[in-house]
């Protein structure tokens, strides 16, 4: 039974008494709950925010609604790790409430400063009327984990020709000079980025718009990142209201990104090439960038996407993040790649390995079965129509990935993966395979996917597409079948189990 508003909108200790303990019960129970990826202890995660490296650990923060799956008075919620492999749950980063947060503390980003981590988020506020009054809000966090929010909103007002929709500040240093991005929402109901400067995160000066060549892209651009790498410049956001085109654009909302020119910061000029998605799977939104100590550009996204229902929603929780990818550039492409961090849970696993010419049939081999692996194969020498790989599979269900020789498109089929999802999920996605020339001889393609108990990531020919998904099966769904059909392949495999079996 969905919540009212009052019953959406309490903070966590205002839960009816033993509310929270009946969650916690219904979690404990629930077979869809990760192995490695971060989800929350109870209720609702979204957005990742805050994504930093701070006193020798990488910080991430996640939105965070504590009382039931649906969007309701947001928290920031803190984990820490000092490998990106394992995080460890520190609590409560920015609490609800206050005059600039009274309806909740939206996504933001954090930057170090004079020893402190600066985290620069959206208060979102409602009058009486329940119209949206958002602020850009600062909280200060100390080498203790204690945060301080500072008293008054650092940008208190949205600029003239704006609705309200006006959010996600992200922030960088460029010399000594302070830059932020926020996603905002036009007059005419299309979306943008805004240009902020500031000297010492307090008092921000309004640049005005960063010009690219899509005006009329899409209703909203949210949770905008900013980055520069490799001498070009990166604007990755997630704009809502694009209409499906061809295999593009068919979650309800996207992610992705242009890259181009470094960003000129007096003239706010952005040259750049066309907009490609970030992700080619069913859940996959508002990613957030970090420069890492030794650095490499890092990712995460939030494994959901807003306005859908999923099947943990009845056990008490929703959602996850994905993995750390590794960010680089090729032509004019981000290539995702699983940080190299993530080979520690293999632990001192050698891998179980096979290798077998497949011949118009489906096979499945000693060992390689699991709920929670990561599994690589490479798959070669093809002249078969299609090939591929099932997993989490049993005789009712599975999840598929496959290539499809006579139209070269690379295919991923949750149609029997579990528990239905309502069909504005979606059960197919695909996507053109561009491979190289020396690979396009042999037809090579390369999966390296992360199987966990309700998610699949996908990372094809070295993160040159991915696809990122949930899935539902049952725990007794843990076959895995390698085919050929219409020809032969032949298949090169290896499995790291992350499970006690």
Known sequence: MKMTREQLYRRIEQAEPGEIAKLEAQIATCSWRQSYHIQPVTGLLNDPNGFSYYQGYYHLFYQWFPLGTEHGLKYWYHTRSNNLVNWENVGIAIEPGGPYDSHGAYSGSAIEKDGKLNLIYTGN??????????????????????????????????????????????????????????????????????????????????????????????????????????????????????????????????????????????????????????????????PQTMHSPDGRRILVAWMGLPDLAYPTDDSGWAHCLTLPRQLSIQGDKLIQQPVPEMAQLRGEQQGIQAQSTINNESRSFAGFHGIAYELECEISQNDANLVGIEFRASDTEKTIVQYNQLDRKLILDRSHSGAALSEANGTIRSCSLDVDSEAEVHNVIKLRMFVDSSSVEIFVNDGQEVFTSRIFPSR??????????????????????????
């Not at 949205?158 to 309200?164: F, L, N």
């Not at 005006?215 to 809502?240: A, H, K, N, R, T």
């Not at 007794?476 to 006690?500: P, R």
């Open 125 to 286: 506020t409602r009058d009486k009327n329940w119209i949206r009054h958002p602020y850009q809000c600062l909280a200060i966090m100390d080498e203790e984990n204690v945060v301080t929010k500072f008293e008054h909103p650092v940008i208190s007002d949205v600029p003239a020709g704006y609705t309200e929709h006006f959010r996600d500040p992200k922030v960088w240093q460029h010399d000594d000079v302070y830059y932020c991005v926020i996603g905002a929402q036009r007059m005419d109901e299309t979306g943008c980025t805004m240009l902020y400067r500031s000297a010492d995160l307090k008092h921000w000066q309004f640049l005005g718009e960063i010009m690219t060549t899509l005006p009329s892209f899409g209703y909203m651009w949210e949770c905008p990142d900013y980055l520069e790498m490799e001498g070009q410049g990166v604007l990755i956001f997630s704009p809502q209201g694009i209409q499906p085109e061809a295999e593009r654009y068919h979650n309800i909302y996207q992610s992705g990104y242009l890259i181009g020119e470094p960003l000129d910061l007096e003239s706010r000029e952005f040259k750049h090439g066309k907009f490609h998605e970030l992700d080619r799977g069913f859940d996959f939104y508002a």
């Open 476 to 501: 007794d769904s843990a076959g895995i079948q390698f085919f050929a059909h219409g020809g032969k392949a032949d298949f090169k495999m290896v499995i790291w189990k992350y499970e006690m079996e």
